[in-house]
């Protein structure tokens, strides 16, 4: 197989909105995008011996070193492509900080002979794989907006008549009269057509919420912008999970795997791997069926590539197979490849997240030395653990504060948990989250 490089932004539905769409309010918060900002040293775990990962902000080198004891080494940029002091900067998504690059070493590792893997593609990733006369496979950025959007999506669940109660909204008034027929009967959901992990969605419950909504989105409609939302009620579900899949070029496809995924309200929590007994309920459901279907049509609208499918199973059991497409790769393709790993070991893991909050002088060093220090720094020879999976993500809000005027940062601890039993992945949380609170890191999940 061919070298790699990968690279990424997680947040890619920004630089695939059209700025002329209206969009649904909501209170801006800058330590959370730097943390998505910093989220691409995920990618690693993709990584072979011989492919680079390159990341906005250098790797930490005791990260760096604990995932060699794991066996998990890699290329990687030593030094970061940004210090993200001005507006400018901040604005740069990773393919316009790779373009204007002139770091050395950063371009000798894309001058070799690799081909590039985006995590999702951005309208520069063209215009970079073209600089350095790169192969880089995927289709139109015309497509992967299309494909992307929750429209897309939403016309598709209508079109194969798997959720028929979906509305697609293209005014305020509209927004409104139908608003007000789904609120008789419950809460209602509008959606941005390109919303993610939680922010665009919105949860309403009553009249007076509607019009606060209506009006907001009526102010910019008069000032030109295009409404494109998705209205529907908000459902009860009992649990939430994704299918990865891959379409071939020649228009094939194959079924990567199926993750069960947590959230907390809007907002991604962690994968686990289903039990049997689970992928025996949705196969008897046609499941597997609908996401062949769904891939089918894809591939008629031009989209081959790595595809995750989020889905949701309803307190009544029924299945909703198609919640969104997500053409690009996965938090959930992240977790398929920590299983990977842990399979090699004669192990099971989950994937998933702490917030924290400090606001002392603390490295990432200490927390290393605390877990090990607890005994639950996972390690090859053991057979539970916790394996940190990220660094940037939890001091990247103090690194950026060069000025100091922060009282408090947030931060995001990414983690596998290794396990043979799955009586013991609470225990190693509460573990987890006692010993980050010793050496002064407060923690939720």
Not at 141 to 158: C, E, Q, R
Request: charged letters at 30%; aromatic letters at 10%; one cysteine or more.
């Amino acid at each position: 197989m061919s070298k790699r490089i990968y690279y990424g932004e997680f947040n890619a539905e920004k630089y695939w909105r059209e700025e002329n769409l209206a969009k649904l309010p909501e209170i801006p918060d800058k330590q959370s995008e730097n943390i998505v900002k910093a989220m691409d040293e995920l990618l690693f775990i993709l990584c072979d011996k011989e492919d680079a990962v390159l990341t906005r902000y250098k790797l930490d080198d005791d990260q760096l070193e604990y995932l060699k004891e794991l066996g998990l080494e890699f290329k990687y940029n030593s030094t970061s492509l940004t210090e993200d002091k001005s507006k400018e900067e901040k604005n740069k998504n990773i393919c316009e900080l790779l373009i204007t690059n002139d770091n050395s070493e950063i371009k000798e590792l894309l001058s070799e002979e690799t081909h590039l893997e985006t995590f999702a593609v951005l309208p520069e990733a063209y215009k970079l794989s073209n600089l350095y006369h790169k192969h880089f496979d995927y289709p139109t950025i015309d497509v992967i907006k299309k494909v992307n959007s929750k429209m897309y999506s939403s016309k598709l669940n209508l079109e194969l008549d798997i959720n028929n109660k979906i509305k697609l909204i293209y005014s305020s008034k509209e927004l409104y009269e139908e608003g007000m027929k789904y609120l008789s009967k419950g809460s209602i959901i509008i959606k941005d057509s390109f919303g993610v992990s939680g922010k665009g969605n919105l949860i309403i419950s009553n009249e007076s919420i509607l019009k606060r909504i209506v009006s907001y989105v009526d102010m910019q409609e008069k000032k030109g912008k295009r409404v494109e939302f998705i209205l529907e009620p908000l459902l009860e579900k009992s649990k939430d999970f994704s299918c990865q899949f891959k379409i071939h070029k020649d228009g094939s496809f194959e079924i990567i795997s199926v993750q069960e995924v947590r959230n907390t309200g809007l907002s991604y929590l962690g994968s686990y791997t289903p039990d049997k007994e689970f992928m025996e309920f949705i196969k008897k459901q046609s499941y597997f069926e609908i996401m062949e279907k769904t891939a089918k049509r894809l591939y008629e609208d031009g989209y081959y590539g790595d595809v995750c499918i989020d889905s949701m199973i309803l307190k009544d059991r029924s299945i909703c197979p198609v919640v969104e497409i997500n053409a690009r790769k996965s938090m959930s393709l992240i977790k398929h490849e920590l299983d990977n790993y842990a399979h090699n070991l004669g192990l099971k893991c989950g994937f998933t997240f702490l917030n924290v909050s400090f606001n002392n002088n603390i490295d990432y060093s200490e927390i290393l030395k605390v877990l090990s220090k607890n005994n639950i720094l996972f390690k090859p020879s053991f057979n539970k653990g916790i394996m940190p999976l990220s660094s940037n993500t939890i001091f990247i809000n103090r690194q950026l504060d060069t000025n100091k005027t922060l009282n408090n940062y947030k931060g995001r601890f990414y983690f596998a948990i290794l396990y043979k039993d799955m009586d013991i992945v609470e225990e190693l949380t509460n573990s987890l989250i006692s010993s980050l609170k010793e050496i002064g890191i407060n923690s939720s999940n």
